[in-house]
Structures are given as C-alpha cells and as structure tokens.
C-alpha cells in the first residue's frame, strides 16, 4: 500500500525560508509524476507544484520565482524549498501521486511576525 509522510513544515517570519519533504513507500517512486498541494483553512486545497518522472516542473502562478520542486529517486523523497516566504503561503502542505488519490497527512507551515 502507497504511504506518503510530509514533514519539514514549522513557524517562520515572512521572508524566510522552509524546505518540506514527502517520503513515499509502498510503490515504485521512480515511476510516477508528484505534486505538492496546500489547503489554507476555509479554503478549498490547491496545487503548488508537480515533478515529473523526467524532473519537468509546473508551478502555480502564486508561487513562480519562489518555490521549487525536486526529486531524489535514490531517498523516494520529493521536496520542496519554498523561499521568500508570505503570510499567504501559510496552510497544510499535502503531497500525491499526480495519478493517484492517495495523500499524506500534510505538514503545517505558519508564515508570521
């Protein structure tokens, strides 16, 4: 069975700087295209980022120039180093499959002064 644990989330001042990580066990990593997601409460969850299994990335357009995605298919780990830090930017960050409905518990980022 595919599980996927987030974790690197915390309380960071606006301009800072976190890096979350998602490891995936149960299936084949390599294989398959990951998204990061993020739900801000009150607020429907919505896609940030996506790797594909030949590392071509996509961003949501809040986040260009700020964020970015990786891989490292020896860890089956995908991470996401988000910089320059925003109060918006605070919520839950869940990774997925991109071809699955199958999400992690999500790691909290709080972006405040």
């Known amino acids: 069975q595919v599980q996927l644990v987030e974790s690197g989330g915390g309380l960071v001042q606006p301009g800072g700087s976190l890096r979350l990580s998602c490891v995936v066990s149960g299936s084949s990593f390599s294989f398959n295209a990951m998204d990061w997601y993020r739900q801000a409460p009150g607020k429907e969850r919505e896609f940030v980022a996506r790797?594909?299994?030949?590392?071509?990335?996509n961003y949501a357009n809040s986040v260009k120039g700020r964020f970015t995605i990786s891989r490292d298919n020896t860890k089956n780990t995908v991470y996401l180093q988000m910089n320059n830090l925003k109060p918006e930017d605070t919520a839950v960050y869940y990774c997925?499959?991109?071809?699955?409905?199958?999400w992690g518990r999500g790691t909290q980022v709080t972006v405040a002064s």
């Open positions: 790797i594909t299994t030949v590392g071509s990335t």
């Open positions: 997925k499959y991109t071809n699955l409905e199958i």
